[in-house]
């Protein structure tokens, strides 16, 4: 069974070009006013759900089923564990077909490409910002006046609890605090 997806971002738009790439189908599911960037597509939803072995998911063209490459990625790869073929008319795309698998197979590959290096920029520009020692992460929640404040309360036998108090933060702020300082 061949079951169709159709989506458009705004209700003055209308799916007429859609509907008619899809003719072939033997079941349409139309989503209407509903951005690609959303996660809550229920018909989407409910053509995921009405496929089976055996089937095929069909879009005009990819950007009307995923919302990024992963997502799209990630959806068919789904469908395949499913057993789901996936078709896209526009880009003549067509898991069920050597040629279809082996370009979205390309895809996936050029998206995990994507992934591992946005992953090791992100991690040289951390390190580079701790070289130049700025701080990473949440701010400090105690200043060094405060902190200095806290430590001499502390040495005068204040409780850290006490002291955590005084200065309405919770004790295991003052502890990090401290620590961090020491």
């Given at each position: 069974?061949?079951?169709?997806?159709?989506?458009?971002?705004?209700?003055?738009?209308?799916?007429?070009?859609?509907?008619?790439?899809?003719?072939?189908?033997?079941?349409?599911?139309?989503?209407k006013g509903i951005s690609g960037a959303k996660n809550n597509r229920p018909q989407l939803k409910k053509a995921l759900?009405?496929?089976?072995?055996?089937?095929?998911?069909?879009?005009?063209?990819?950007?009307?089923l995923g919302r990024s490459l992963g997502h799209l990625i990630e959806t068919v790869s789904e469908l395949k564990d499913r057993g789901v073929g996936f078709?896209?008319?526009?880009?003549?795309?067509?898991?069920?077909?050597?040629?279809?698998?082996?370009?979205?197979?390309?895809?996936?590959?050029?998206?995990?490409?994507?992934?591992?290096?946005?992953?090791?920029?992100?991690?040289?520009?951390?390190?580079?910002?701790?070289?130049?020692?700025?701080?990473?992460?949440?701010p400090n929640k105690l200043n060094a006046t405060q902190l200095k404040h806290a430590r001499k309360l502390i040495n005068e036998g204040t409780s850290r609890n006490e002291v955590a108090r005084i200065l309405d933060i919770n004790p295991s702020t003052l502890y990090r605090n401290l620590q961090k300082t020491a």
């Open positions: 069974m061949k079951v169709g997806y159709a989506r458009v971002s705004t209700q003055e738009q209308n799916l007429d070009l859609q509907l008619k790439a899809l003719k072939d189908c033997d079941k349409v599911f139309r989503d759900k009405a496929v089976q072995s055996g089937d095929v998911l069909m879009v005009w063209k990819l950007d009307r078709a896209s008319i526009s880009e003549s795309i067509n898991t069920t077909t050597p040629g279809g698998k082996l370009f979205f197979h390309m895809m996936g590959a050029l998206a995990e490409f994507e992934r591992d290096l946005i992953v090791e920029r992100t991690k040289a520009g951390i390190e580079a910002a701790r070289k130049r020692g700025q701080h990473l992460g949440r």
